[in-house]
Structures are given as structure tokens and as C-alpha cells.
């Protein structure tokens, strides 16, 4: 550094110790120094937008991605009324979607209980910009003694919320599962076409087996994005037919959209169904 005159800001440098959650505090106590100076301790810290912690399992980065998501659904709750509907779909990509979809490849892949809080803020995003807001509204009007004798005592059916099924399919939109899915499966494709990064490239599998080039070898399970992104590849590439790598990638992209948001729709009109791929609890909202 001295050779190249680099200099580091020691304010806004720190150091994570990463290591296996249940692991006692003191028994790995070590300080790392820069020229005698000691380096901030972290146990967690942003990393090219993305948090990182010590126990690299996107808690903490859910927890603040869900509060930045509650900050622009406020901030769209706020406008959406004096700018055109025509425009609402575009002002959910760019003030929502934008936030939810930066990189999903890496923490996507987190169980489902993990990724709800998210869903709830999408699923609130589209209320409030999609949603029959006179019909949300005419239900506070009315004063409780002018209503019928028998509908005075407000039940559960008053306070439930509008169904947002329609709401993604009508704006064919995915919700954020199938966001996972859909850039997990535009980026495994660009690795495999372009072979970049190599260091994630030399990690994947192809099949040996005749008429399958375009197979890949399912690893160990794992929470990798390796192991997703293979059982990922190995579906969509039947759904969309892949037989080689040499289409082009708006052709890719825009034919797993249009499979996926028509797996999205069916089933239940109203009702979001349990995700999956094959056997597993994973995938896209289908039934």
C-alpha cells in the first residue's frame, strides 16, 4: 500500500470474525491491527449493498431490506395519487421492485419464513397502488350506529384485507419468490453461456448423458447459491425448452417471465398456494 500510495480510511474500515452460531464470544477473542492501529470488530457491515453478518445467514440483511421496503411503500402511499395510473406499474419498478430485486441471487434462497416479511411489504406495495382504495375507504365511513342492527358488531370478514393474487396477475408482476427464480435462472444462464465468472463456472456440472448437454449435476444440499441455481436451471430449462446455450438472452428472459407468471396465476384465483420444485419446499407460487 505504502509502494502504491494507498491510503485506508481506518473509520470506516472493520473486521468480521465469521463463525459457527452458537459459538461463546470470548472463546475467539483476537484484535486485528493496521500498522498499529486497531481495525473495528463488526458483526455485521454492508458490502456492495448487501449486509453481511458474522453468521452469514441474511437476517440481518431481510430485517433492514424489510425497513427500507416499508419506507418506499410509504413514500409511494404518499404520491401515487397525484401521478397518472398509467405510470403507478412504472413507479413500483423503480421506488419498490428495484429494492427487492438487488441481489436476490445471494439471500433469495432463504427459507420461506424468512422471506414472508418481504412478501407482506410486496403484497402492501400493490394494495396500496393497485388496490380499490374507495372500497377500502367507504368501509370507515359509514358510523357503527347507522349501520343495521345486526351489522353494528364488526367481524373478522370487516378487517380483512383485499386479495393480492389478482392484483400480480392483472399487472403481471411476480411476487418475490418468482423474482428469486427469475434472476437465479437469467444469471445461471448467462454463467453457462459466457462462462463468467469463471470461478463460478468451474463449480458447475454439465450431464454426461446424451441429449442432456445442457443438464446440470444437482450438488450435496445446501443453502449455496450453487445447489439453487442448479435445481433451478434443471427445471426452467424444460419449462422453456433449452436445448443449447446459443439463444439469445432477451429471448430467455422474456420467455421464463411468460412461464412463470402463467404457472403464477393458476390455481386458486384469490389464495397464494405452498411453492415447490419437484419434491421439494421450494419454487414457484403455483396452486
Partial sequence: MLLNRLHINMSKCCFIDFKPMGTEEDSLKFTVKIQDIAVKRATETKFLGVIIDENLNWNAHITKLSKKLSCSAGIINSIKDNI???LHKDIYYTLFESHLAYGITVWG????????A???????????????????????????????FDQQELSAEFYKREHTKPLFNSKSIMNVRNLYVYHCANDIFKILK???????FELLKFSQRAGKSTVLVTPAPSNEFIYYASLIWNVVRDIIKVHDLNSKELSIKSKLKEQILKIQSEGDPLEWGKMFWNSLDYGIYKV
Fill in 118 to 148: 418481504l412478501f407482506k411489504m410486496q403484497k402492501k406495495c400493490m394494495r396500496i397502488l393497485f388496490g380499490d382504495k374507495e372500497a377500502y375507504v367507504d368501509k370507515f365511513k359509514t358510523c357503527a350506529r347507522t349501520r343495521e
Fill in 109 to 116: 434462497g432463504e427459507k420461506n419464513y424468512k422471506i414472508d
Fill in 84 to 86: 397518472p395510473a398509467e
Fill in 194 to 200: 459466457f462462462r463468467t465468472p469463471i470461478s463460478i
